[in-house]
């Protein structure tokens, strides 16, 4: 089994300017922190309470399963099942 190390030494990361550009949100919208991360401004989440066709799904405070299934395998679950459904999906996880 690989390292998380090799692993994450291994991944092909995009630049978070692509990432933006395929969910149409402009790069204006953004604040960077290098060319991987960046936060959405405050001034673009308001405009998204306009936009009665978009879905909020929030997954909080979970007891994990015995095989560790928690928050973060449920969250990334859920959006790969609405992706596969021909939904446009997007994931946040918050790190602490």
Known sequence: MKSDLDINQAAQLKPIDEIVKSLHIKVDDL??????????????????????????????????????????????GLADALFSMGKKSTVCIREP
């Open 31 to 76: 604040d960077f922190y290098g060319a991987y991360q960046a936060k959405l401004k405050a001034s673009f989440m308001s405009q998204l309470k306009e936009n009665k066709a978009s879905k909020l799904i929030l997954v909080t405070a979970m007891s994990p399963t015995p095989a560790g299934e928690g928050k973060t395998t449920t969250t990334i």
